[in-house]
Nanobody, 121 residues
Framework: QVQVVESGGGLVQAGGSLRLSCAASGNDFRINAMSWHRQAPGKQRVLVATITSAGSTNYADSLNGRFTISRDNAKNTVYLRMDNLKPEDTAVYYC???????????????WGRGTQVTVSS
């Protein structure tokens, strides 16, 4: 069974920084894309950033270069560095891992339970 666990959220003042981590645990799989999403109160969950197995990245336009996604394949971990945080970044941040189990024909998507990020003004 694959488990996905986020960490690193918390309370920070506007202009501050946080780094989120998300680790996938389990056996016999190969990770494809990894991504971060967020859901603000009363709003839908939206994509924040994606990183492919080759290291290509993509970001939501609204971030204006403030966030950086990276991954450590040896640790099955994806990170989200968030700089110059704003109150509107307040949300629960979720990690998604797309992987293929060894010997399987299909890819599977796993979500973490989320980590709260609160930015005070």
């Amino acid at each position: 069974q694959v488990q996905v666990v986020e960490s690193g959220g918390g309370l920070v003042q506007a202009g501050g920084s946080l780094r989120l981590s998300c680790a996938a645990s389990g056996n016999d799989f190969r990770i494809n894309a990894m991504s971060w999403h967020r859901q603000a109160p009363g709003k839908q969950r939206v994509l924040v950033a994606t990183i492919t197995s080759a290291g290509s990245t993509n970001y939501a336009d609204s971030l204006n270069g403030r966030f950086t996604i990276s991954r450590d394949n040896a640790k099955n971990t994806v990170y989200l560095r968030m700089d110059n945080l704003k109150p509107e970044d307040t949300a629960v941040y979720y990690c998604n891992i797309n992987l293929r189990r060894l010997g399987a024909d299909n890819n599977y998507s796993y979500w973490g339970r989320g980590t709260q990020v609160t930015v005070s003004s």
